[in-house]
């Protein structure tokens, strides 16, 4: 079930980066806001395919890719944390910063024995790895994290227009929780020894989707307000769709097929049902997370048609 997390994840977290470009594509922030994203799906769906995956013949380049993944999403915090608010490219700081990625990101290609020292292909596919290449990684990732998070705090501290200081409060949240995670599971424990849990940091991007979700949604980050809580209530639906007909199609397998799911279920006259039910349930799903989304997103302000209706009954009245 954690392959099928890490796909979500991944997937969910593009969908929204690409989103958040789509509607606000001329802003510096914006772009490094959807590198981030992409880091953080192919992150997820790298670890998800590496822990697939039993050649190791084949592995080597998307151990590489989620590495140098990881490393992508860090450089892009501190890049959007930088220059959100400012319509700036960052200066010196976001450029060195730059530079040292695409260093460790040639060294991590072109060079096959900087950090990985090989695979082993078991029940959980692990990496050894070699302790200088991975402290140089490791130091590069935590160092600019900390940096990140105390830039936000800064910024946050200093800014005084309110609506402003909470976007940027609501962005070091959807930053900073999700890079704890990513630094324990990711980077601490495999440095330990323990390489199990590699899956569960990338599932922390379905942490950081709605906390960036609630600072541009609900608070105007980037100011692309009404068309992203139009994507959350389309991706909500599709993701209740999605994880109804895995989970049915789950259950089914199990009860009358001994749990073979790709024999079981396939295209066969169960699987057609759950589409079929799927299908007449996707338009009440979706009204209702319309309505839910409205409500968290849009409290407190004005219906416009309810506006109309009133100001008619006034003039009404003369």
């Known amino acids: 079930m954690e392959i099928i997390g890490l796909i979500v994840a991944g997937v969910s977290a593009f969908v ?4 958040v ?3 606000r594509s001329s802003l510096h922030s914006v772009w490094y806001f959807f590198l981030t994203t992409v880091g953080a799906s192919v992150w997820a769906l790298g670890i998800a395919t590496f822990l697939t995956l039993k050649d190791s013949s084949v592995l080597l380049p998307f151990v590489q890719a989620y590495y140098i993944a990881a490393a992508l999403i860090v450089v892009s915090m501190f890049s959007s944390a930088s220059t959100i608010a400012t319509d700036g490219g960052g200066g010196r700081g976001v450029g060195f910063a730059w530079l040292s990625f695409f260093v460790l990101a040639s060294l991590i290609i072109f060079v096959p024995k900087f950090m990985i020292d090989g695979i082993i292909i078991d029940r959980y596919n692990s990496v050894r790895l070699l302790p200088v290449g991975y402290a140089i990684y490791s130091a590069f990732f935590l160092i600019l994290f900390a940096i990140t998070v105390g830039v936000l705090m800064l910024r946050t501290r200093n800014e005084k227009q309110k609506g402003s200081n909470i976007q940027l409060r609501w962005l070091m949240y959807s930053y900073g929780i999700p890079g704890v995670f990513g630094a324990i599971f990711n980077l601490i424990l495999p ?28 608070h105007g980050l980037f100011d692309i307000r009404s068309a992203t809580v139009r994507t959350i209530g389309y991706s909500l639906t599709l993701a209740v769709m999605a994880g109804g007909y895995v989970l049915l199609a789950y259950g089914i397998s199990v ?15 169960a699987n057609v049902s759950i589409a079929l039910l799927l299908a007449f349930l996707f338009q009440p799903i979706k009204n209702f997370f319309d309505r839910l989304t409205n409500k968290i997103f849009y409290r407190g302000q004005y219906d416009q048609q309810e506006f109309f209706l009133e100001f008619g009954r006034i003039l009404s009245y003369d």
């Not at 440095?191 to 609630?214: D, E, H, M």
């Open 21 to 23: 470009l789509v509607n």
């Open 191 to 218: 440095a330990l020894g323990n390489y199990q849990l590699i899956w569960i940091g990338p599932l922390s991007a379905l942490i950081f989707i709605p906390f960036a979700y609630t600072a541009i949604a609900r």
């Open 255 to 269: 009860l009358f097929f001994g749990g073979r799911v790709s024999e079981g279920v396939g295209l066969s006259p």
């Open 16 to 19: 929204f980066g690409l989103s």
